[in-house]
Structure formats: C-alpha cells, structure tokens
C-alpha cells in the first residue's frame, strides 16, 4: 500500500495544501485588522499632538497677558497712581502684538481703607467675542499724593487745635492777673 500511486497523491497534496498554509506572507483577514490597529493608533496620536498645539498656543497667549498686564501696572507705577485716581476706571487696547489675537486692559483704581494706598484691580482680555479669555490681578500701590495730602490735613487739624488751645492758656493767665 505503500507504493499506491493514488495514496502518494493525497499524501503530496495534503502537504502542498499545509505548506501553503505555514508560507510566508498575511491573509486579507490579517492585513485588515493590522491596517486597523495600526490607523487608530496613528488617530491617537494626531488628536493627542492637535490638542498638545492647542494648549501650548493657549499658554503662549496668556504668557504674553501676563506681560502686558505687568507692563501696565508698572507704567503706572512709574507714572504715579495718584494721577490716574480721578479716571477711577482706565481701558484701552494695546498695539498689535505679532501672531497674536488683540489684546485689551481695563484698570480700575480704588481707594484703600488705609489712607495712602490705592486698590488696583488690572484686566487683559483676548481672543473672540464668542471665546474670549481674560486674566485678572489685583494688588495695592502706594499714592503718594494722597498720602501727603492727609498728612497736610492732619498737620492743619492739629496746628489749629494747638493755638487754639495755647491761645485760651495765655489769655486766661492774663486775665487773672
């Protein structure tokens, strides 16, 4: 049985049919689920590099807020508060910054209730009127105008109590006299 020819057949058929099946290369199955693994991985990671660009441009915009914002604050601490005082409220727009959207600020100044300081409450906004951001900070300067002014104040009060006051002693020691 050994030497039947139809039996070699099958038996060289079976092997070419395993053969084929342990050969080099992937099946259409294979191929598609691979393609498929592989393009969500590549999505991932395109979404993660979109949202990572985003959030750096959105850091960079309130890096320059904060600049600008300080810029302000120093401009009037250089000018002087007291000058803006009267204004009460200061807003405005600042020049084109590049690659950037537009930015403006909005001061509002306040008298502290310890004479001499004045409450600065700075805002810088930016971006669309649909989206649009803002910073804030607050913080407390020194006027020295106003501060010089109660002190101008107090000195007159007390220099008018004082004659006042030696005024009476020196006539009543007269009169007893």
Not at 123 to 134: K, N
């Amino acid at each position: 049985m050994d030497h039947d020819p139809f039996f070699n057949d099958c038996e060289n058929l079976k092997l070419e049919i395993v053969n084929r099946k342990s050969g080099k290369g992937f099946s259409l199955v294979e191929m598609v689920v691979a393609s498929t693994i592989l393009s969500m991985g590549v999505i991932t990671v395109c979404a993660m590099s979109t949202r990572t660009l985003s959030r750096v441009r959105l850091n960079r915009e309130r890096e320059v807020a904060w600049d600008l914002l300080d810029r302000q604050l120093t401009m009037i601490e250089y000018v002087g508060v007291d000058n803006f005082l009267r204004a009460g409220t200061l807003d405005g727009k600042f020049n084109a910054v590049k690659n950037m959207p537009e930015y403006t600020w909005q001061i509002q100044l306040k008298e502290h209730e310890i004479t001499g300081l004045i409450r600065v409450y700075a805002t810088v906004s930016w971006g669309e009127t649909s989206h649009r951001r803002q910073i804030t900070a607050q913080t407390v300067m020194s006027g020295t105008a106003l501060a010089d002014a109660a002190a101008a104040e107090q000195q007159t009060e007390t220099g008018a109590t004082g004659a006042t006051g030696t005024g009476g002693a020196g006539g009543g020691g007269q009169g007893g006299q």
